[in-house]
């Protein structure tokens, strides 16, 4: 018999209130939470402000389920939100959510590594780092400012063998709107932001993804103004290297 | 340049794509790249350690010697296998930190006081061994060349072992302090 022990967080904390079980699950015991129970045609909805619920799969003779199929909805969640810590979370969610971010990871491992080997070392040490971490996402934050975070972090901090020596050329492009052009030109905005150190990475490619200083603060740690005032110096750095 | 051409430079950069099964593969433990390094290295040396403790009572005489050189022997080894697992663990860890400055100084500490321990661990156990050998032997001017000339082997690996972290360190502590 499978036993599972799912934590309905605080309002305070990831606003997770609804738990959905599916028929298949009975709840054995319930901690500091008074929960009320909503029938619905193929389960029921659990609601409760914070505490744990003790569920079991009923016995289902010939069939062994290792996770249990119930959705937690967050309030005002949207759908790139991860929905419940590591020990609900099936690892198929996990896998899906990585698949749909896979991209900045390759172009973190790109920036931050030199060789193939050393990139797809870096790509599974990120990948395993997010998995163990997942119990730290609260759900605060959507899922993407998370990894960026675990992934930067990774990136700067996980041992990297002595780097190859890599010239780097000055040379610009002439702009032209060919498919050759546009690539050559990504290469040495690439080149460019390869010569920056570690820690500049980190806030060029928050930036370059789009995000606000507002959400990079909240990954970095830094405050606005010395974010705005820093990706200034980096940009005029890049803008000497490179010409877009 | 236009903030836009760099931003959809980038966004628009053509990267490899991993299917849902490798990805999967990759958080299985086992498949880990540098569990597995440091697993295999933990076994052969661990392996090495007990087959040494196995034998050296018989073949380096441990019966001959004074009971504390024994005990050093066997914690200097055991020291080694600590420092190992630790090593381990260390890698296996999790970052916890709520940003990315909070979490870059977190390793940052975890990584000297594993230097600490690494190096600490490497010249204690070092220390034993040669405490361990170097007991009833009648000294001759060669000997003591030869007793020189390990111990020296035993510094330039302990200089070698303490320059690899500081080099480490000091690359990170760059990182935190460009940060803030």
């Known amino acids: 018999m499978l036993f599972i022990l799912l934590k309905v967080k605080g309002v305070n904390r990831v606003k997770i209130r609804y738990v959905y079980l599916s028929h298949r699950y009975q709840i054995i015991k319930y901690y500091n939470v008074i929960p009320f129970l909503i029938p619905i045609v193929s389960g029921f909805t659990v609601i409760g402000v914070s505490g744990y619920i003790l569920i079991r799969e009923k016995p289902h003779p010939g069939t062994i ?65 997010l998995w163990k971490s997942l119990s730290g996402f609260r759900g605060e934050a959507q899922f993407s400012t998370w990894m960026y975070r675990v992934a930067l972090t990774t990136a700067i901090t996980i041992y990297r063998k002595k780097k190859p020596a890599i010239t780097y050329t000055a040379d610009v492009p002439d702009q032209q709107e060919t498919a050759q052009e546009q690539e050559e030109q990504r290469e040495e905005l690439f080149r460019a932001l390869k010569q920056l150190d570690d820690a500049d990475k980190a806030l060029i490619t928050l930036y370059l993804e789009g995000l606000s200083y507002q959400e990079i603060a909240m990954i970095t740690g830094l405050t606005e103004t010395n974010i705005g005032t820093k990706l200034n110096r980096i940009k005029k750095r890049i803008q000497q290297l490179v010409k877009l | 340049m236009a903030k836009d051409a760099l931003q959809s430079a980038w966004q628009q950069m053509p990267v490899e794509r991993e299917s849902s099964r490798a990805i999967k593969s990759m958080i299985q433990s086992g498949n880990h790249p540098v569990l597995k390094r440091i697993r295999r290295q933990l076994i052969i040396e661990s392996a090495a350690f007990a087959a040494l403790l196995a034998v050296y009572y018989d073949i380096f005489d441990g019966d001959r010697k004074p009971f504390i050189a024994n005990v050093l022997l066997v914690a200097g080894l055991a020291l080694s296998i600590v420092h190992n697992l630790i090593g381990y663990r260390l890698a296996n860890s999790c970052l916890q930190g709520s940003t990315l400055i909070v979490s870059v100084q977190q390793q940052l500490t975890k990584l000297k006081q594993y230097a600490v321990l690494s190096v600490l661990s490497r010249g204690l156990a070092g220390g034993c061994l040669l405490f361990f050998f170097s007991m009833a032997i009648t000294y001759t001017s060669s000997k003591y060349w030869i007793l020189a000339g390990i111990v020296l082997f035993f510094a330039v690996q302990l200089f070698v072992l303490y320059r690899v972290w500081a080099r480490r360190i000091g690359e990170l502590q760059q990182v935190a302090g460009k940060l803030l």
């Open chain 1, 65 to 129: 389920y290792f996770y249990p199929s119930c959705k937690f909805l967050p309030i005002g969640a949207t759908n790139t939100h991860i929905m419940a810590i590591k020990e609900n979370m099936e690892e198929a969610q996990f896998v899906q959510l990585i698949e749909q971010h896979q991209a900045i990871i390759h172009k973190i491992c790109r920036l931050y590594r030199d060789t193939r080997e050393d990139r797809e070392d870096l790509f599974q040490e990120i990948v395993c780092q």
